[in-house]
């Protein structure tokens, strides 16, 4: 495969930052991806997938590999669960409606989070209540230096908060392919505890939800609050929750009284951080033709035209201003480059 010189990464991230790779190859299949890479032995790879968890700061002196490979397969079921293979390339949010649409349970509360399968497993994305890991089986990646592809398991893929193996000690060593999903036929998990899907069920007059029911409660609740990158350049959510200890809280709590938390364990909570934003005064600020979304302070938008590194200078303003009013250390979610 032939790749293409100076290709705009524009349509290539949610944030819409106009910057060029220097060369650009669309991978639709394994074996490409396998030709790509062997022929460009030299080249430095960056791997692309739906572009929904990435901060573009400037060009990419790279070959870019954006992974645009299709496919949904039933591997196994039975009576009660189905195992459901998809390919790294799938829209996140059609396979959960596609996992709708067949009453598969599991993705539900997972509804309308951007992005692509192969990149939901590095983040470990989670929702309402709802983990990636709680419905992964396995995942397949290729070795860049090999070209060897290689299954993992839940255990290998070490999954954390908004982590991953894959984000940590195999960062830019493989390139996910394929994801395995543990679904649900009947007698499903229904979680309606957390945020405010109870409530928005309730709108719906709705008292013996289905996981379309439930489904339907996480987009409006997203939509109500969350920008839509196709109107509004963003990533969702760009940092994550700190977790801090009992103690921290409790002194934290003293000067906030109503700060907000969730109980983690006997030792740890974690604190949101779009409250911490909010309250350092970040929440609907404007910089011209970026800033902070005025419904949601977790959410950094690009009006249009913005630059990448100002939306990063921005971010690292408002970690600095929360650290200096809650001495809280705010870590991104977002991949920077």
Known sequence: MNATKNVSLKPYNTFGIDVSSKQFCSISTVEELKEVISTHPKDELFILGGGSNILLTRDVNALVLHINIKGITIISETENTITVEVSAGENWHEFVLFCI??????????????????????QNIGAYG???????ESCKALDIASLEEKTFNKEDCNFGYRESVFKRQLKSKYILTSVRFRLTKKDHKLNVDYGAIRDELSKMNVNNPTIKDISN??????QSKLPDPKEIGNSGSFFKNPVVSVEKFNQLKSNFPNIPSYKI????????????????????KTFGNYGVHKKQALVLVNYGGADGQDIYNLAKLIKKTVFRLFNIEIETEVNIL
């Open 101 to 122: 649409d067949n009453n598969y349970g599991g993705v539900e509360n997972l509804s309308l989070i951007p992005g692509n399968v192969g990149t939901a497993p590095m």
């Open 130 to 136: 709802v983990e990636l890991k709680d419905v992964f």
């Open 217 to 222: 409660a996480v987009i409006a609740i997203r």
């Open 265 to 284: 364990s006997d030792q740890e909570v974690k604190v949101p951080a779009g409250w911490l934003i909010e309250t350092a005064g970040f929440k609907g």
